[in-house]
């Protein structure tokens, strides 16, 4: 079970925009900044598309944006591409000096 | 170019240890911590370990508390993740990534661990 809670799949026609959430606690997500969202692909490692909730690092095009409400960030892929399909996994520091994952989400593009 | 090369992996039998190392290149270890994550078989991201860049602290996950410790060769610039008392339930890739803005920026290309009899 992991501490941050995503839904498993979302998915969204080319072009389409799609939302995936994660939820956490005041210990993490609502307590800090520092959410972070990662973009894998099979049998590859993961690529940092947001960080510290709503910025992209060099690169990242800027169909991909993040925010933050209380307990729960979002990452937004807007204008959807065929690769834009992966897993996608949100990410928090928390208190206690630890970080922690959410369970990913699956996209696919219809 | 920043770049992490993880390696190590094998496979041990439960109750083992193994040693897992990460060479950076593109930046210097003693101005950058270090993470180590880990995605066990067909499941999701774990964070489990983090050694600050001046090296006088480190932080992990409650799973491998106790069993996990870190190393550094500053002068050929690598992390070493050791881990003792392996258990099935560790068995895994395990990622290397640079800290940067409280995530986890350039990652290791993965080095797969199995702990099995």
Request: aromatic residues 0%; charged residues 60%.
């Given at each position: 079970q992991s501490a941050l809670t995503q839904p498993p799949s979302a998915s969204g026609s080319p072009g389409q925009s799609v939302a995936i959430s994660c939820t956490g606690s005041s210990s993490d997500v609502g307590g800090y900044n520092h959410v972070s969202w990662y973009q894998q692909y099979p049998g590859k490692a993961p690529k940092r598309v947001i960080y510290e909730v709503t910025k992209r690092p060099s690169g990242v095009p800027d169909r991909f944006s993040g925010s933050k409400s209380g307990n729960t960030a979002s990452l937004t892929v807007s204008g959807l591409q065929a690769d834009d399909e992966a897993d996608y996994y949100c990410s928090s520091y928390a208190a206690g000096d630890k970080w922690v994952f959410g369970g990913g989400t699956k996209l696919t593009v219809l | 170019q920043v770049q992490l090369v993880d390696s190590g992996g094998g496979v041990v039998q439960p109750g083992g240890s193994l040693s897992l190392s990460c060479a950076a290149s593109g930046f210097s270890l003693s101005r950058s911590g270090i993470h180590w994550v880990r995605q066990a078989p067909g499941k999701g991201l774990e964070w489990v370990a983090y050694i600050l860049s001046d090296g006088r602290k480190e932080f992990f996950g409650d799973s491998v508390k106790g069993r996990f410790t870190f190393s550094r060769d500053l002068s050929k610039n690598i992390v070493n993740l050791h881990m003792i008392s392996?258990?099935?339930?560790?068995t895994a890739v395990y990622y290397c990534a640079k800290d940067w803005e409280w995530g986890f920026d350039s990652w290791g290309q993965g080095t797969p661990v199995t702990v099995s009899s």
């Open positions: - | 392996l258990r099935v339930e560790d």
